[in-house]
């Protein structure tokens, strides 16, 4: 039966998940050097960021270059509800993430009427916008930014000094919860109908697959998981102005690692960001300082991986395409 | 506002519209021709500034002297790209929206690279130019002589443009727009063309960012503000159309003076961004896009 094989493939996702989980939660811990954790940290965070990316770019085809919006609006709001009303923020970033799937939906609204190029390009506008009101909004700092005022060590507002052990625990518990999430969604209704959007809008709207809600709802979802991510980052480094957290690249960044990784499947997010975060970091620590190699090396990468793998890193890895969904582009 | 200010806002717009247009130009051809957005398109628009500089350098001839020579330069350029690069993007079997988005995405991030690597990161400008700093004065009107030459050369390429897609050639690419696969039944060499519409976009944005050098400072980022203008230019007129290039590139310039006076310089994008965002809100596929 078809079902029964569709059934237990999906099983067995979840069990390679599990295991992925397991050994992502026993690496750090005989890792003594901060640069590695670092690392680690980064790489799973963009896994998670991409995996949320990944809702609406991936199984529901609409490639947003504006994610870099909901990532800063997360990173500021929840870092304004701790600088100004002291609200912790493990509660924050939900407040964070409800703004973030707010804003998606706002975005979405005039911009899901737009298809292909035109949708992709009406998002790094919308983006751009944002970014330049944050640049000039002296409420959230304007250019100088906001820093998060260190109040001791403790879990309620994610504030770590002595070790990142807690962070790793904190980025992966973010990454498996938009594992599941893509999880569950790839075996529900709703994924469905996505990837029907996806493949072929006429003859998705002919099965009555209502099209625009479907956009909004993956939208929501979408911005709701990045904009979390923004928050945790924010906790993370301490510090954020619109060039770290909403400048453009980081649209880009978020989106890269599904892209290459295999975009619209459950792994393309993680393999993508294995590549990808390590390969930058190390060679801007190594190559940096020579000028311009360390970047050559990466746009190389991406080049080099998008003509060879079209279908993403993940497809070397011998996983199946995702559950019924044909892999066709988006154009 | 007296009215000399309102002149001079109008004109200025005007004349860094006219420039705006004709990036966009290179950008819309390759579009129209291939549905490909050339997300390098701003670090062409660099190398043919820094190809600009470094000839002013080495020659101290003027940079008007030198657009055939980067327009030529820029057209080697884009044919390579397409045949080393997009030519096997086309050819992908999976994902190929996506492929081309990011493929011309890394070759921009590559060709940043390697000019920070060449170049260093300084801003650099052009030491010999006839025109440099000069200005003529209508009444109470200021025009920098460069600005102005900039925009009348960027005028005679975008007629050139024109011109040439009334020729053979001009219909074999208006061809190969309509139908990529009918086309090879009639003799038309597909890959010729594709290849020789990439050389057209690059060598267009190549000689505006000659001109763009006469006036503007060259770092290995400066590509990527003018192509977010461009995109947003594309857009708003309709991918592939050249009419709409240069309508909203002088409206996006109108625009960014206007907004830039009356707001605050550092806000005068966000006037151009309103205006294409509600512009697409009555019309999706941009002013004089095909529906």
């Known amino acids: 039966m078809m079902t029964n094989s569709i059934l237990r493939r999906r099983r067995n996702e979840l069990v390679a998940g599990v295991l992925v989980l397991i050994i992502l939660a026993v690496l750090p811990l005989p890792i003594r050097d901060v640069y590695t954790q670092n690392l680690i940290i980064l790489t799973i965070l963009y896994a998670g960021l991409s995996q949320a990316w990944n809702i609406l770019g991936g199984y529901c085809g609409q490639i947003s270059l504006g994610h870099g919006l909901y990532f800063g609006i997360g990173a500021y709001v929840s870092t304004m509800l701790f600088v100004s009303a002291g609200i912790p923020p493990t509660i924050g970033m939900f407040a964070a993430g409800i703004v973030g799937a707010v804003a998606a939906l706002l975005v979405g609204w005039p911009c899901f009427r737009l298809s292909g190029h035109y949708y992709a390009i009406a998002t790094v506008v919308v983006g751009e916008i944002g970014y330049l009101l944050f640049l000039n909004w002296d409420f959230v700092g304007a250019a100088t930014g906001l820093y998060v005022p260190f109040h001791g060590e403790n879990w309620a507002a994610l504030q770590f000094r002595t070790s990142k052990l807690p962070f790793h625990y904190v980025v992966l518990a973010f990454a498996a919860l938009t594992w599941i999430v893509a999880w569950v969604i790839e075996g529900s209704r709703w994924g469905y109908s996505w990837r029907a959007v996806r493949d072929d809008v006429t003859a998705a709207r002919s099965l009555a697959v209502r099209v625009f809600p479907s956009k909004m709802a993956a939208a929501a979802i979408s911005g709701f998981f990045t904009a979390i991510g923004g928050a945790i980052y924010a906790q993370y480094v301490g510090y954020i102005d619109p060039d770290s957290v909403l400048a453009s690249s980081f649209s880009v960044l978020i989106a890269l690692p599904a892209v290459l990784g295999g975009v619209g499947t459950l792994w393309g997010p993680l393999v993508g960001a294995i590549v990808l975060i390590p390969t930058s970091e190390l060679t801007r620590s190594y190559m940096g300082g020579a000028g311009g190699i360390d970047l050559m090396i990466y746009g190389g990468l991406i080049v080099v991986i998008a003509l060879a793998r079209p279908t993403g890193l993940v497809s070397l890895l011998g996983i199946r395409k995702q559950v019924g969904g044909a892999n066709a582009a988006p154009t | ?291």
């Open chain 2, 1 to 291: 506002m007296t009215l000399d200010t309102v002149l001079q806002v109008a004109l200025s717009g005007l004349l860094m519209g006219l420039i705006y247009a004709l990036v966009a130009a290179g950008l819309s051809l390759i579009f129209g021709l291939m549905d490909i957005v050339n997300f390098a398109h701003g670090e062409l628009l660099m190398l043919a500034m820094y190809a600009t500089v470094l000839l002013n350098a080495a020659t101290g001839l003027d940079p008007l002297l030198q657009l055939p020579v980067v327009a030529v330069g820029m057209f080697v350029l884009g044919v390579l790209i397409y045949r080393c690069l997009i030519g096997r993007a086309l050819g992908v079997q999976f994902n190929r929206g996506m492929v081309q988005i990011f493929v011309t995405f890394g070759l921009a991030i590559f060709i940043r690279g390697a000019a920070q690597l060449a170049f260093g990161g300084d801003f650099r400008s052009v030491n010999v130019s006839w025109l440099g700093n000069k200005t003529v004065h209508f009444g109470g009107v200021y025009v920098p002589l460069p600005q102005l030459a900039a925009s009348l050369v960027c005028l005679v390429a975008f007629a050139a443009l024109l011109g040439i897609s009334r020729t053979e050639f001009g219909r074999a690419l208006e061809a190969t727009r309509e139908d990529r696969d009918a086309v090879a039944l009639i003799g038309i060499d597909r890959d010729r063309i594709f290849a020789l519409g990439w050389g057209l976009g690059a060598a267009a944005v190549g000689i505006a960012g000659t001109m763009l050098a006469t006036f503007y400072y060259v770092s290995p980022t400066v590509g990527a503000n003018f192509a977010l203008i461009a995109y947003v230019t594309v857009a708003l007129g309709g991918f592939g159309s050249m009419t709409g290039a240069l309508v909203a590139g002088v409206l996006i310039g109108e625009v960014e003076a206007v907004t830039a006076q009356v707001l605050e310089p550092s806000l005068k994008q966000v006037g151009m961004f309103a205006i294409y965002l509600v512009v697409l809100m009555v019309r999706p596929r941009g002013l004089f896009g095909k529906i």
